[in-house]
């Protein structure tokens, strides 16, 4: 791995992109006027620890205010980072717990009002968030003391591997998608012949009733393609690319939401699941026991966060792919 294009790559990211030619021009000259002429790894890897954080770095080549400045700007994007996602999470699943006695009724009319109130409780939450963490280091910025020593960020340059690895996409993960893709189609076509409750027999196992209504499935199958037809269009971008881009990242946002959508529907309709299983359950299950409302609510809270957290990570990652790297010098 080449340290130095990898830690000028991480520098550049966060320069405006007017300057990213400049300041990586910079930044190497700089690296290399404090190495020796055949430097070592070790050498390289010291040098680069001196160099500092790379943010920090970064902000000697923007231009303006600061609303955060570099000084303090590595330890604000980690308190984002930390303090963010977590009280977003216990947001999510307080709301969800609160509103699954409400899980009741006309489908549509109950998910809408409950998605719509999530999509606001969370925008509301992370919006103050990040006002007021933004606050702070302001404050902070502006009448700390200038020999307040900036919290030590414990720049390590190990961390470049991660950087390295970038946004790629493996050639495994992509295939891995496509595989998946295919054993879930197979699985939706035969849910009848597959998906069940099973009993042990002399003979073996022995399906006394399905769970999934097939009749139903294939009434839907038109949806159900065009989400497969959707995820494959990914898998073969994945496959193509090699890497993650905002457009790939996007498609990823916007095939999440079809699907987290389609899956949410099916799981409230009253014709997912097949007779002779809500009887079986009704015969076996006491009552009480199993609740179709709660089950509905885990579905949907499972759902909306993988859907989330999987679009989210596409963008991270579209965010480390590398956005610079050294030019080709022609040799005479």
């Known amino acids: 791995m080449n340290w130095i294009d990898v830690y000028i790559d991480e520098v550049v990211r966060h320069v ?40 920090v770095v970064a902000s000697r080549y923007k231009q303006g205010q600061y609303v955060v400045g570099p000084r303090f700007f590595p330890m604000y994007v980690t308190v984002i980072k930390l303090v963010v996602p977590i009280v977003l999470g216990f947001v999510f699943f ?21 998605l719509m109130n999530m999509f606001d409780a969370l925008w509301d939450v992370a919006i103050q968030l990040i006002f007021w963490i933004t606050l702070v280091f302001f ?42 893709t295919a054993v879930w189609f197979a699985v939706y076509l035969n849910a ?80 997912l699941f097949d007779a002779r299983f809500l009887s079986w359950i009704e015969t076996n299950v006491p009552d009480g026991v199993l609740s179709f409302d709660w089950v509905f609510g885990l579905v949907v809270a499972i759902t ?10 596409g963008f991270r990652k579209a965010r480390k792919t590398p956005t610079y790297r050294k030019p080709q010098i022609a040799h005479t």
């Open 304 to 313: 909306i966060l993988a859907a989330m957290f999987d679009s989210i990570d």
């Open 192 to 271: 009848e012949r597959l998906l069940g409750i099973y009993e042990s027999t002399a003979t073996g196992f022995s399906m006394i009733t399905p769970i999934f209504n097939q009749a139903f499935l294939m009434d839907v199958i038109g949806l159900f393609v065009t989400v497969i037809l959707l995820q494959v269009v990914l898998g073969v971008w994945k496959w193509m690319k090699g890497h993650w881009t905002y457009a790939l990242a996007s498609y990823n946002l916007v095939y999440n939401l079809i699907s987290a959508t389609f899956i949410i529907w099916m799981a409230g309709s009253s014709r």
């Open 94 to 114: 307080g709301l969800v717990f609160a509103s699954m006695p409400t899980f009741s009724g006309p489908l549509f009319p109950t998910v809408s009002t409950f």
């Open 139 to 180: 404050l902070i910025e502006r009448y700390a003391p200038d020999d307040t020593p900036a919290p030590d960020m414990k720049w390590d340059v190990s961390k470049l591997k991660e950087y390295a690895r970038g946004g790629r996409i493996s050639k495994f993960d992509a295939g891995f998608g496509l595989f998946w």
């Open 16 to 55: 405006p992109p007017k300057r990213r030619e400049e300041a990586a021009v910079a930044v190497r000259q700089s690296i290399e006027s404090s190495l020796s002429d055949e430097p070592s790894e070790a050498e390289v890897k010291r040098v680069l620890e001196e160099m500092g954080h790379p943010v």
